[in-house]
């Protein structure tokens, strides 16, 4: 019997392919049993490269031969055991998850079943080597899965999910020669410590606000250490602090429940950037993950990352963070995405907290797949969502549509009366403007908010302003710019300095400012 290599580094060292299979198949192991499915994982990762037994992967990684399909080889062993979720799984490792197709495709077809076709036709390079060195386990499988179809899907990009990352994790600490663990980053229990140093001060509350507020606070913190893993609605008024309290929540759950990770969805980076500020002030920046298109990470004089950056940038492909805060673009998108490099991270979405902040911007053409997604998380994953926003949307006969037996519950139900004091604004129509009387109304006062529909409005606006203190902000800024014009404006209205901020509807969305009058040109419902 030959010696049959997975991997070869540079400096010589060599990995076997059964080395390989082991040690992926401990990894995605351990990633399954967060859902119950330690054995699904166990057979994934012992299939997925048994089409490294063969004589032709050997010539391409020894004498950099021709490309060959490994991947087949080990679906088809899967599919055999009639194991369909771990064949899609390990069929998808390399390339994505394939289009199923039809069991008629043809062996020439790019489809699973193409692809299983060739192998069933004897049309894969030889690698039955594989079978006098392991044995593949047989894995039941979850019991749901036998009554909704439908959530095999899910499940699919699960297992997925699992594989994708233990099989990089094992192949790259191999090449590295050492364990990629992160480290650095704190227990749910010692960043509960961290939250209650930071609100500490603000008890007992001054004021009817201020009382209000930590009222909330304190309740959203006896429901997390009450509550099981499930499905809430976290209503709470604008100004009303949600953002600790639903963190609050969250961290205090994760502690109770012996649950893994706090994740932020947000629909703006604008939000995102002020959130994850908020966070990394309370739990330290080691502990929270900021991932978005806009966001940098820091080099060194040489131009490489620096350490805490690599650490950080690794993080984002797989999410294994203690705080996570990101767009729900990214979320959703990698959900239901099929390439390996997005559906790494998805796996630790179970035993999470997942709080969709703002939830009534859920896009609406894509609505059902989404509620969708979150029930399968909180059915089957172990996973809590938590719709948090001052006005809630009508989700409820959706979530009982896909998940009937779950129950949505409200976190902090508050009586109308209630939210009396949260009202901090009255409106008044000031007609119908041009654009040189209302930057006349504007150059009138020392610090005021105007926002309009149109980029183009915004800058004409805020071109006819004149003096100290006049300020434009529009999303063909760049991330770095924004947050910076934000973080001055927030500066000089604290310094009671003139401040005229001229912008789009970016800034509504749930960025923390605070002006004595705003002018707000009408718009849709939206």
């Known amino acids: 019997m030959g010696l049959y290599l997975a991997h070869t580094a540079e400096d010589g060292r060599t990995q076997t392919v059964l080395q390989h299979l082991t040690g992926t198949a401990k990894q995605c192991a351990a990633f399954a049993d967060t859902f119950h499915a330690p054995e699904q994982g166990q057979l994934a990762g012992s299939a997925h490269d048994v089409g490294k037994y063969s004589d032709a992967f050997q010539r391409r990684l020894l004498h950099d031969g021709p490309k060959v399909d490994h991947a087949t080889a080990g679906a088809f062993e899967c599919l055999k055991l009639g194991q369909l979720f771990a064949a899609f799984a390990v069929a998808g490792h390399h390339g994505g998850l394939p ?25 894969l390079d030889d690698y039955s080597a594989w079978k006098a060195e392991l044995t593949l386990p047989r894995a039941p499988l979850p019991d749901y899965l036998q009554k909704d179809k439908l959530a095999g899907m899910f499940f699919t990009r699960m297992l997925f999910s699992c594989l994708v990352d233990a099989d990089y994790t094992d192949t790259g600490e191999f090449m590295d020669g050492q364990s990629r663990g992160f480290g650095g980053t704190m227990s749910m229990e010692h960043l509960w410590e961290r939250l209650q140093t930071y609100i500490s001060d603000w008890f007992p509350p001054e004021g009817e606000l201020n009382a209000k507020r930590c009222a909330i606070l304190e309740q959203c913190i006896r429901q997390g250490e009450n509550q099981k893993p499930g499905l809430y609605t976290l209503t709470v008024p604008t100004g009303g602090g949600k953002t600790v309290a639903s963190l609050a929540f969250a961290l205090a759950q994760a502690k109770a429940q012996g649950m893994e990770r706090v994740v932020y969805v947000i629909p703006y980076t604008s939000i995102i950037e002020q959130t994850a500020d908020t966070f990394r002030e309370i739990l330290g920046p080691e502990n929270v993950l900021e991932h978005h298109s806009g966001v940098l990470f820091d080099l060194d004089r ?5 350490p805490d950056a690599e650490r950080l940038v690794r993080a984002t492909e797989t999410w294994d963070m203690p705080v996570l805060v990101t767009t729900a673009v990214q979320f959703f998108e990698s959900l239901f995405s099929n390439r390996p490099s997005q559906c790494r991270k998805l796996h630790n ?3 999470s907290i997942i709080i969709f902040d703002e939830a009534q911007i859920l896009p609406l053409y894509y609505l059902r797949p989404c509620v969708w997604a979150i029930s399968q998380l909180v059915e089957h994953y172990g996973a809590s969502a938590v719709l948090c926003t001052a006005t809630q949307p009508a989700l ?20 109308a009366e209630a939210w009396d004091a949260f009202r901090r604004v009255h409106f008044r129509r000031a007609g119908k403007l041009t654009w040189e009387e209302l930057a006349g109304q504007l150059q009138a006062q020392e610090q005021v908010l105007c926002v309009v529909n149109r980029r183009k409005a915004a800058q004409t ?6 003096g100290e203190g006049n300020f434009h902000l529009s999303t063909l800024m760049v991330p770095a710019h924004r947050k910076a014009v934000l973080a001055e404006i927030r500066q000089r209205l604290l310094d009671r300095k003139p401040c005229r901020v001229v912008s789009t509807s970016l800034i509504e969305a749930g960025v923390d400012v605070d002006f004595p009058a705003v002018y707000r040109e009408e718009a849709g419902l939206d």
């Open 99 to 123: 289009d199923g197709g039809g069991r008629g495709d043809g062996p020439d077809a790019g489809t699973f079943f193409g692809r299983i076709n060739r192998a069933a036709q004897g049309k």
């Open 396 to 415: 409820g006969p959706l979530f009982r549509e896909f998940a009937s037996e779950l129950a949505m519950e409200e976190l902090c139900p508050m009586a």
């Open 302 to 306: 040489d131009g490489e990352l620096t």
């Open 349 to 351: 979405l179970a035993k």
């Open 461 to 466: 606006v805020f071109h006819k302003l004149a």
